[in-house]
């Protein structure tokens, strides 16, 4: 008997790859990525396409199910979505509990996973229904409790769904207490969102999609699955980078919209700065997804008649940093996050809500890649290995000798 974990250890043969860059941890059949091309399909669909004539329900089904809908199977879909747009009251409840400055990511986080203390019918994934089930309340409630946690930071009471207006109308609706009419440019502003969440809807394996599928690969229920993939969306080097350009354009502006300066800082690296919103472990060329934003950004700000100085700063950020050597010899270009927050920022929402949007988007993706997981024969508990760096072995000395 050769036991392949000492051999392994004592031979190096684990392969060390830092941040994954060269590992796929699965095969999937739902989104391809071509970086070096810039391609992005959705179940072969190009995500042009989908942009431009689908909506963000129907890409949802699409990624889940794996063709797009029938008219009866797209209404059935939205039929079963509206019935659960409500949230048990007792939920409201963890709002009262929260800080009135908390962050909304961290907001609907917690009540993502609180929400498997409700529906504890549906914890096992190996049930179809069970599974199915709890993906529609999830896509139902997340507009809800994303609504919920705005209404929260501004202390105005929650506004409950109207099961008479759209998916995006609705979420609308509940964030802003207005019918999409009354709200700005309706129409405009529910497909550029739609829009924008079909964007978000999967990039195969991201940080919070493969959090998803590893915590999921335990046998977690899938709110415990979601709810991790929101924190690991979290952070500024993923999801929260599109708050963070904003911050970043607004500091330029405060600096009297010295891009040039900025850019020297990012290059020298002077206390880690960097040019947020720009660079993908995968996409060494245009992010196909920025492309799509940036001119939607423009039709959005001039549907509305408003100029915004931080698009102009970030234009001028862009061509700034597509002619400059640091940035074209390592492959740095805008990504998706790069114009979303401009056109999030008007439509009103504060940059706190700009990654709960992108959560949002992001949802149908990560169930899709968690009934792809818990479907797979033979899928089993995600556990990497490591490189142990710390001292052999030693023995202990007690308290007072030490
Ligand atoms: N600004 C300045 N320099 C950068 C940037 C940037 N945005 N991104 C990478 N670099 C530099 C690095 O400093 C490094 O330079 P070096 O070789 O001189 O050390 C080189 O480019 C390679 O960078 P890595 O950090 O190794 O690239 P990695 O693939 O690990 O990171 C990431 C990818 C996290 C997206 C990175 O480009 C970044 O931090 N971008 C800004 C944050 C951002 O926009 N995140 C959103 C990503 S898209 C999404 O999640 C939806």
């Given at each position: 008997?050769?036991?392949?974990?000492?051999?392994?250890?004592?031979?190096?043969?684990?392969?060390?790859?830092?941040?994954?860059?060269?590992?796929?941890?699965?095969?999937?059949?739902?989104?391809?990525?071509?970086?070096?091309?810039?391609?992005?399909?959705?179940?072969?669909?190009?995500?042009?396409?989908?942009?431009?004539?689908?909506?963000?329900?129907?890409?949802?089904?699409?990624?889940?199910?794996?063709?797009?809908?029938?008219?009866?199977?797209?209404?059935?879909?939205?039929?079963?979505?509206?019935?659960?747009?409500?949230?048990?009251?007792?939920?409201?409840?963890?709002?009262?509990?929260?800080?009135?400055?908390?962050?909304?990511?961290?907001?609907?986080?917690?009540?993502?996973?609180?929400?498997?203390?409700?529906?504890?019918?549906?914890?096992n994934p190996f049930d179809e229904e069970q599974r199915h089930i709890s993906s529609i309340r999830l896509l139902a409630k997340l507009p809800t409790i994303a609504a919920y946690a705005?209404?929260k930071s501004i202390g105005h009471p929650v506004v409950y769904p109207s099961n008479d207006l759209g998916y995006v109308e609705n979420f609308l609706k509940m964030t802003f207490s207005?019918?999409?009419?009354?709200?700005?440019?309706?129409?405009?502003?529910?497909?550029?969102?739609?829009?924008?969440?079909?964007?978000?809807?999967?990039?195969e394996q991201n940080c919070s999609t493969s959090t998803v599928r590893l915590v999921g690969s335990s046998q977690a229920n899938l709110f415990a699955s979601i709810s991790a993939g929101?924190?690991?969306?979290?952070?500024?080097?993923?999801?929260?980078?599109?708050?963070?350009?904003?911050?970043?354009?607004?500091?330029?502006?405060?600096?009297?919209?010295?891009?040039?300066?900025?850019?020297?800082?990012?290059?020298?690296?002077?206390?880690?700065?960097?040019?947020?919103?720009?660079?993908?472990?995968?996409?060494?060329?245009?992010?196909?997804?920025?492309?799509?934003?940036?001119?939607?950004?423009?039709?959005?700000?001039?549907?509305?008649?408003?100029?915004?100085?931080?698009?102009?700063?970030?234009?001028?950020?862009?061509?700034?940093?597509?002619?400059?050597?640091?940035?074209?010899?390592?492959?740095?270009?805008?990504?998706?996050?790069?114009?979303?927050?401009?056109?999030?920022?008007?439509?009103?929402?504060?940059?706190?809500?700009?990654?709960?949007?992108?959560?949002?988007?992001?949802?149908?993706?990560?169930?899709?890649?968690?009934?792809?997981?818990?479907?797979?024969?033979?899928?089993?508990?995600?556990?990497?290995?490591?490189?142990?760096?710390?001292?052999?072995?030693?023995?202990?000395?007690?308290?007072?000798?030490?």
């Amino acid at each position: 008997g050769i036991d392949i974990g000492k051999l392994r250890a004592q031979t190096g043969l684990v392969t060390l790859d830092s941040g994954y860059g060269n590992t796929a941890a699965y095969q999937s059949a739902i989104t391809y990525l071509d970086g070096e091309q810039g391609i992005l399909r959705y179940r072969g669909y190009p995500i042009e396409q989908l942009a431009e004539r689908g909506t963000f329900l129907e890409t949802a089904y699409l990624l889940i199910n794996g063709e797009l809908p029938t008219v009866d199977e797209l209404s059935g879909f939205k039929n079963k979505i509206t019935q659960h747009t409500m949230l048990h009251e007792d939920v409201k409840r963890f709002y009262d509990g929260f800080p009135r400055d908390a962050h909304p990511m961290a907001m609907i986080s917690s009540v993502v996973s609180a929400l498997s203390t409700f529906y504890q019918d549906s914890h096992n994934p190996f049930d179809e229904e069970q599974r199915h089930i709890s993906s529609i309340r999830l896509l139902a409630k997340l507009p809800t409790i994303a609504a919920y946690a705005y209404k929260k930071s501004i202390g105005h009471p929650v506004v409950y769904p109207s099961n008479d207006l759209g998916y995006v109308e609705n979420f609308l609706k509940m964030t802003f207490s207005v019918p999409a009419e009354e709200f700005g440019l309706d129409p405009v502003m529910a497909d550029a969102l739609d829009k924008l969440l079909i964007l978000h809807a999967d990039h195969e394996q991201n940080c919070s999609t493969s959090t998803v599928r590893l915590v999921g690969s335990s046998q977690a229920n899938l709110f415990a699955s979601i709810s991790a993939g929101i924190n690991a969306l979290w952070g500024p080097l993923h999801g929260g980078a599109n708050q963070a350009v904003l911050e970043m354009l607004e500091e330029i502006k405060a600096q009297g919209g010295d891009v040039e300066s900025f850019i020297r800082k990012v290059k020298n690296k002077e206390e880690g700065a960097r040019l947020m919103g720009f660079g993908h472990r995968v996409y060494k060329s245009f992010d196909p997804r920025a492309k799509i934003i940036k001119s939607a950004a423009h039709d959005v700000l001039s549907a509305l008649g408003k100029s915004d100085e931080l698009l102009d700063i970030a234009l001028k950020l862009e061509e700034a940093a597509l002619s400059d050597d640091y940035f074209v010899s390592r492959n740095l270009y805008p990504n998706v996050d790069f114009y979303t927050g401009l056109i999030y920022r008007a439509m009103g929402f504060p940059t706190t809500m700009f990654t709960v949007l992108f959560a949002m988007g992001r949802l149908p993706g990560w169930i899709a890649q968690w009934h792809e997981m818990i479907k797979e024969p033979g899928s089993r508990i995600g556990r990497p290995r490591q490189i142990y760096t710390g001292v052999v072995q030693r023995d202990y000395v007690p308290v007072e000798q030490r």
